[in-house]
Every structure is written in C-alpha cells, then in structure tokens.
C-alpha cells in the first residue's frame, strides 16, 4: 500500500494534538466533557494514522511517525515533568540512531555490520546484527509495555499502545529482510 507520507504525517500531528487538547480539558473546570470527546477523537485519529503506517510494512514510514508521535508529546509535555521529558529525549535520541541504520542496510555493502557486532546471538536477532535500528525498537517496545502497566490508563489509550507495539515489530520484521536482503 502506498499511503501519501505528507497525508499520514498530517494524521499523527492532529492526532497527538487533539489528544493533548482533550486531556487539558480533563482538567479545565467546566471542559471535561468537550475534553473526553476531543482526546477519544485524537485516540480514534492516532490509531487509524498508526494502522495506515503498518500497512505500509515499510520500516521508515512505521518509525517516522512513532518519531513525529514522541516528538509531539515531547513538545506538550510540561517542561516540570523532567522524567517525561527525559523518557521521550532517549527515545527520540534512539529512532535518530534508527534512521542512520536505514541508510546503511540499504547500502550493498551492509554486510560490513557483520564484522562490527559481535557473534554472540544476544547481539544478533534472527543472526543479523542487533544494531540502532533493532535497539530503538526494542527499548521504546519496553517504554510503552511500562506505559501499559500503569495503572489508571484507558481502556482506548491502551488499544493505541497496543498498535505501536505492533507497529515497532512490523517495522522490526520489515528491517530484518532489509537486513537479509543485503546481508548474503
């Protein structure tokens, strides 16, 4: 499926809006309700962009807009929340790494990445080499596994972190045939 990249990162930034905006109202006295629709309207968008984006099976675009997701709530949180903002940096920080990573298993000369990671199968996945790509994933899988288990999360929030996670294995598969098919 070829989705229009502009059109999809458009979703995931009316998305993450409209769910910052929603959870604000929570807040405001007399705005909870017109808070609830607009944050389960920012849920409905997000998780409907992240499906979009897994359905490309494309390892950029699936990292891209989990990238422009964190960079939005980064950009909401508040700047008081420093273990937020500390989580959301190392995450950004990790998908950085990740897009240098697609550069390079793109190049035929990936194979390199052999000789430069080590043999011992808790640095390989599937016996390629466990490099930023594969580290990003697994470390935000781990972020949003820990997001799940607190308490107090919605029931429609939960179902969007659930399809990121789908979505970082989708792209995690996906990057392992990019591996293979520049690996041999």
Same mark, same amino acid.
């Given at each position: 499926m070829?989705? #229009?990249i502009? $059109?999809?990162t458009?979703?995931i930034?009316? /998305?993450?809006?409209t769910?910052?905006?929603?959870?604000? $109202?929570?807040a405001?006295?007399?705005k909870?309700?017109?808070g609830?629709l607009?944050?389960?309207r920012g849920?409905?968008?997000?998780?409907?962009?992240? *499906? %979009? @984006? &897994?359905?490309?099976? #494309?390892?950029?675009?699936?990292?891209?807009?989990e990238?422009?997701?964190? /960079?939005?709530?980064?950009?909401?949180?508040?700047?008081? #929340?420093t #273990? +937020?903002?500390?989580?959301? +940096?190392q995450?950004?920080?990790?998908? %950085?790494d990740?897009?240098? /990573?697609?550069?390079?298993?793109n %190049?035929? !000369?990936y194979?390199? @990445?052999?000789k +430069?990671?080590?043999h !011992? *199968?808790?640095?390989r996945?599937? $016996?390629?080499?466990k %490099?930023?790509f594969?580290i @990003?994933?697994i470390?935000?899988?781990?972020?949003? &596994? !820990?997001?799940?288990?607190?308490? $107090?999360?919605?029931?429609?929030?939960k179902?969007?972190i659930?399809q990121?996670?789908? !979505?970082?294995? +989708?792209? &995690?598969n996906?990057?392992?045939?990019k591996?293979?098919?520049?690996y041999w």
């Amino acid at each position: 499926m070829n989705l #229009d990249i502009t $059109g999809l990162t458009n979703k995931i930034y009316n /998305a993450a809006a409209t769910i910052d905006f929603g959870r604000k $109202g929570f807040a405001a006295r007399g705005k909870a309700e017109e808070g609830r629709l607009s944050y389960e309207r920012g849920i409905v968008w997000a998780l409907s962009a992240f *499906k %979009d @984006a &897994q359905s490309t099976i #494309d390892p950029h675009t699936i990292v891209l807009m989990e990238y422009i997701f964190l /960079a939005q709530e980064f950009q909401f949180c508040a700047e008081t #929340d420093t #273990d +937020t903002r500390s989580s959301l +940096t190392q995450a950004i920080q990790s998908f %950085d790494d990740a897009f240098l /990573a697609l550069e390079t298993v793109n %190049d035929n !000369n990936y194979k390199i @990445a052999d000789k +430069t990671h080590p043999h !011992n *199968k808790k640095y390989r996945i599937n $016996g390629f080499p466990k %490099d930023s790509f594969h580290i @990003a994933c697994i470390a935000h899988r781990t972020r949003l &596994q !820990n997001i799940l288990r607190s308490p $107090g999360i919605d029931p429609i929030e939960k179902t969007l972190i659930k399809q990121r996670f789908a !979505n970082l294995l +989708t792209a &995690q598969n996906c990057y392992i045939k990019k591996q293979k098919k520049h690996y041999w």
